[in-house]
């Protein structure tokens, strides 16, 4: 298995926390990460919230999983964006790190970085190919989540609202 | 309120189970469930096929559907056995899904999907993309429905 994927399937369960969105507004982001695939692929569903009405501001659902080649691919939906593949970056050992660019154009970059067993720093940023990174048409979402659910295969996800 | 992608495709919403013939000649048993997702923007599509005797999996799929801007469907697939895939709606029948996009090695994936009833019918094809013409075996699936999709099971 890939070194990354085994990496990431320990990442499992129900994350959440406080988010920036587009630096300015606060949001609320949630993440659950499964193993599929008998654990050779794992699954991700993110979504980010305004905090007032509980609106869903943005969601992705995600599978990453190897390519034929080995490398690390995403199969993604986006409400923002659509169907979009992203591929694994270098980055750091521990970090996952993904970009892709979606059918509009915009080039779309994915970066998760482990603090330490039970916390997460997460930032999706997006700009149209071309924009440079100070440009004003940045956009993205950029936080700090912390485990709150532990999966465990076999059972149903707990509901974290019910802890 | 429902979405364009569900008008025409809610009655395929649910899990299906049906024997499969390979295009390279060995049976297995295919099950396709397929679930909205975001109230129905997108139909994500899991797949597994499973070896007749011994019940193990030996081929695993995901994949989402969705709409272009024109109204096609597009579809983001996954498969353990040739890798990422975008295929593109094709012209056909308006009760038929035909599909086709390029795969990894200049290949090419033609899928054609329908449901009739409580019957989902599929065939695919992969072929060299560089031939007009190629008379590889496709591989048939006919499932019947073994489970209702029912919101909040997903």
């Not at chain 1, 320990?10 to 300015?24: C, H, L, P």
């Not at chain 1, 949001?27 to 905090?51: H, K, Q, W």
């Not at chain 1, 970085?113 to 950029?142: C, F, K, T, Y």
């Not at chain 2, 569900?6 to 919403?13: I, M, N, Q």
Request: with cysteine; charged share 20%; net charge negative.
């Amino acid at each position: 298995m890939n070194r990354m994927l085994r990496s990431v399937a320990r990442w499992a369960g129900v994350w959440t926390g406080q988010a920036s969105f587009n630096e300015t507004a606060t949001a609320l982001m949630r993440n659950e990460i499964c193993p599929i695939f008998e654990g050779r692929a794992v699954s991700m569903d993110f979504e980010v919230y305004e905090p007032a009405g509980m609106q869903l501001v943005y969601g992705v659902r995600t599978v990453l999983a190897p390519d034929l080649d080995g490398s690390l691919k995403t199969l993604s939906f986006s409400t923002r964006f659509g169907l979009v593949q992203l591929e694994q970056t270098p980055d750091d050992e521990d970090v996952l790190a993904l970009t892709g660019v979606t059918d509009e154009g915009v080039k779309l970059t994915v970066t998760m970085l482990p603090q330490d067993r039970d916390h997460m720093q997460l930032s999706a940023i997006w700009r149209p190919v071309g924009a440079g990174a100070a440009s004003e048409e940045v956009q993205g979402v950029n936080g700090l989540l912390r485990r709150v659910t532990i999966w465990k295969p076999g059972a149903p996800m707990p509901d974290v609202a019910r802890r | 309120m429902t979405t364009p992608l569900l008008s025409r495709f809610a009655h395929w919403l649910g899990t299906w189970r049906g024997r499969v013939d390979f295009a390279e000649g060995h049976q297995a048993l295919m099950q396709f469930t397929l679930t909205p997702v975001f109230g129905g923007q997108a139909i994500q599509v899991e797949t597994v096929a499973f070896d007749i005797e011994s019940s193990r999996s030996i081929t695993r799929g995901w994949g989402y559907f969705s709409l272009d801007r024109s109204g096609r469907v597009v579809n983001n697939i996954y498969g353990n056995y040739f890798g990422f895939a975008i295929l593109h709606e094709t012209p056909d029948d308006p009760e038929v899904l035909s599909l086709q996009g390029p795969l990894p090695g200049n290949e090419v994936m033609d899928v054609t999907m329908n449901v009739l009833g409580d019957e989902f019918t599929l065939s695919s094809r992969r072929w060299e993309g560089y031939t007009s013409h190629d008379d590889r075996p496709r591989t048939y699936t006919r499932m019947k429905r073994v489970a209702h999709y029912v919101e909040g099971d997903s």
